[in-house]
């Protein structure tokens, strides 16, 4: 089961930069692949980036590599998504999800375990 949490949503400018962080419990936190995916309305989820058990390999989705940075911190639980350059483009409900499979060409959310609530970023001016 998913007993996950995520702050850092809201609206933010064109250009602009916003920090989301998802803190997890219930969870052998270590031993599990960590991701980013995001949902427009009206569209399919899609994948934005992913971390490797031990932190040192990251995956990111063609459209944010650049611009997006995923980090986690394994003592204190959580994964986090540094986002710069925010396009209007980037609007969507954001989730983090929890695997124990690591893929290099980017996660699949049909294969997610374990999901956070999701929140929303807006980028408008």
């Known amino acids: 089961m998913c007993s996950c949490r995520r702050l850092g949503g809201g609206l933010v400018q064109p250009g602009g930069s916003l920090r989301l962080s998802c803190a997890a419990s219930?969870?052998?936190?270590?031993?599990?692949?960590l991701g980013w995916f995001h949902q427009a309305p009206g569209k399919e989820r899609e994948f934005v980036a992913s971390?490797?058990?031990?932190?040192?390999?990251?995956g990111y989705a063609d459209g944010v590599k650049g611009r997006f940075t995923i980090s986690r911190d394994n003592a204190k639980n959580t994964v986090l998504l540094e986002m710069n350059s925010l396009k209007p483009e980037d609007t969507a409900v954001y989730s983090c999800?929890?695997?124990?499979?690591?893929?290099?060409?980017?996660?699949?959310?049909?294969?997610?375990?374990?999901w956070g609530k999701g929140t929303l970023v807006t980028v408008s001016s």
């Open positions: 999800a929890a695997d124990h499979t690591w893929v290099a060409g980017g996660l699949l959310s049909r294969n997610m375990e374990y």
């Open positions: 971390i490797k058990q031990g932190g040192l390999s990251t």
């Open positions: 219930g969870l052998w936190f270590s031993r599990y692949v």
